[in-house]
């Protein structure tokens, strides 16, 4: 916990290190470690992450992001909202 409250360490490294320390002092068993992943959320998350590398090429989220400037008039409460 103290390495990712310090940001000096990629939290999701230590948390896969933090996991493999727990493997390795047999605090937990595999089985018992691979009963806590849920498959349909990461499968969920890395669709999303893939759509969005798709989508980002295409320049729609500057697209998106200027055209809400633009009928917001620059007003950050309005920008907020059409976001």
């Excluded at 009963?35 to 893939?50: A, E, K, P, R, Y």
């Excluded at 500057?62 to 917001?72: G, M, P, S």
């Amino acid at each position: 916990m103290v390495a990712i409250m310090s940001e000096k360490v990629h939290r999701a490294l230590v948390a896969i290190v933090g996991a493999m320390i727990l493997l390795v002092v047999h605090v937990v068993t595999f089985d018992q470690a691979m009963s806590h992943v849920d498959f349909n959320t990461l499968g969920v998350l890395l669709g999303m992450m893939l759509f969005v590398a798709v989508v980002k090429l295409s320049g729609i989220f500057e697209y998106l992001a200027i055209k809400c400037a633009r009928l917001a008039k620059g007003d950050p409460w309005r920008v907020m909202v059409l976001f």
